[in-house]
């Protein structure tokens, strides 16, 4: 550490004398400041994150105003901007994926936490947490070529003939489309899920445990009804952690969406998200017009993710006090 | 009696479909692995480490000055990140009590949810629109806004780890409070402050939505900072959703030496430098 290191040379012993001077001298109050002066520095960066967002979105705003988020047309070459059937994509997508996500996540972490014995539970974590590591166009490269011919054949036509009463089933197989996004969108968040639930789960005192135990519940009995309650707010917040991922994931989406800005019932049928017409517009995007109500969408996708980023960092941080257990 | 064996069953067909699920979920992870190694390395050769890309419709080349872009942008992140978020968190675990590292501290986990394209859009408007040119720098600036709420939490974390009788220990022997941070405290966390600043880098280095309109692409060899700069994660979009099998075949390569990059990274910081501490973002 060089700043230490310069810091030491005139870090003098004189501990009597109390101005403020001598304190900077012995390197408690220097070290304190730099660190503090750092500290301020996250909460200058976020608030300049703000700021650039809003500042270079104003043009979009002006112009649109409301209309932006409510209209459905979007032609760059005639300047029009309407962003609904993008925040009906991000939405949409994020729903499938949580629907695929959350029970196989919320099996896999109860398996994980209350019957796996402890070497093995860690070892399938251990497994779980490197999913997390892949890098998202890693899993866009799997789902461009092996997700996605399987889903335009077999599996979507299969689920057509089956369910094609329910409009979300019907009409042609492209492969690509809201259900691609959503499969891998699923298969991403679901580590983050089981992470985070299982050790909410962890955090149950193990009386509860006996508690139901001792008054006939078979061991399911006493996990689900005793237990998952106890953790619920661990749990939900997990969900929405995996829900702030969902909406804000980019590559793997804009890989398989489809590219097609529009508003459909069937899940078959190709669309576009908020970061993927980002990420495919934003070098393209000639007029200052453009430009801007491209980074208004990603002021849309900011104030989403903050709020249930903020709301699930209150429940996982509720739970995870009340525990006793936890190591 | 009925109801007791229905009762029985359901203890046993509930818990053998959560086992099924844990199953599933790690079958991901070899699904995974299997597909990139069987499809990458049939790819794989000399030429994708040495070579520069081809022109479209041309066979061969390889992605040499991407591997070496990637490199030079997760430096420049590094060098940035890894100072301020180490600063950040020693203040927020050696200074921090009251109300103001609690809202420092909330910030930096909000940041760590923020979209990492919106992280591009911000490196965008602060660092290529004033120089009028895509960079590694901006690429840099990009990821380090990614890297420094991470690196954050894990050196708050693992400092908060160490026991209060060593930083008692070293004030009374009449060490100052920083020299007691700087000599005993960080040294005894060192092990796990790094596997946290590892595991940052490598969520980093695998990161693309950032870098498509900050570093962007190159063809040739970047020379400076200054220019745009291309990056493997970049490359393996760019190339999978082109028309050409060529270059399916390249995106495939990329695809398996990012992944083993960064399982190794993943795999080294956890079990090698700090045993038992797997921690989680």
Known sequence: MAVSAALSESGAPERTADTLLARLRTGDEAAHLLTLGFAASILLIAGLLVWELFSNSV???????????????????????????????????????????????????????????????????FIIELLAAVPSVIYGLLAVFAL????????????????????????????????????????MVVPFIISISR??????????????????????????????????????GSIFLALARALGETMAVTMVIGNTPQIAASLFAPGYTIPAV????????TSDIHLSALIELGLVLFLLTIVINAFARLMVLATTKRGTTHP | MTHHYWRKLVNGLMFSLTAACALTAVCVLFWILGFLVWNGGRALNLDFFTQLPKPPGELGGGMANAIVGSAQIVLVAAVIGIPIGFLVGVYLAEFGMGSFPFFVRYTADLLNGVPSIVMGIFAYAIVVRPLHRFSALAGGVALSVILIPTTIRTTEQFLRAVPRTLREGALALGASKWKSIATIVVPAAIRGVATGMILGIARIAGESAP?????????YWSTSLGNPTASLPVMIFTY?????????????????????????????????LAPGAAHKT
Do not use: C
């Open chain 1, 59 to 125: 043009d979009a705003r002006r112009k649109f105003g409301l209309d932006f988020l409510l209209t459905s047309k979007w032609d760059p070459v005639a300047g029009q901007f309407g962003a609904l059937p993008f925040i009906y994509g991000t939405l949409i997508t994020s729903v499938v994926a949580l629907v695929l996500s959350v029970p196989l996540g919320l099996g896999a972490a109860i398996f994980l936490s209350e019957l796996a014995p402890p070497r093995i539970s860690d070892a399938l974590t």
């Open chain 1, 148 to 187: 996605v011919p399987l889903l335009r054949d077999p599996i979507q036509p299969f689920l057509g003939r089956v369910f094609g009463f329910v409009p979300i089933f019907q009409g042609p197989s492209y492969g690509v489309g809201f259900l691609a996004a959503g499969i891998i969108l699923a298969i």
């Open chain 1, 199 to 236: 050790e909410s789960l962890l955090a149950v005192p193990t009386e509860q445990r006996e508690a139901a135990l001792a008054l006939g519940a078979t061991r399911w009995e006493s996990t689900w009804h005793v237990v998952v309650p106890y953790a619920r707010l661990g749990i939900i």
């Open chain 1, 278 to 285: 980002i990420a495919n517009e934003f070098t393209e995007a």
């Open chain 2, 211 to 219: 870098l498509l309109f900050t570093s962007f692409g190159n063809q």
């Open chain 2, 240 to 272: 999978a959703i082109s028309p050409y099998a060529d270059w399916h075949r390249q995106a495939w390569a990329a695809g398996l030496v990012l992944l083993a990059v960064m399982l190794l990274l993943n795999m080294g910081a956890r079990v090698v």
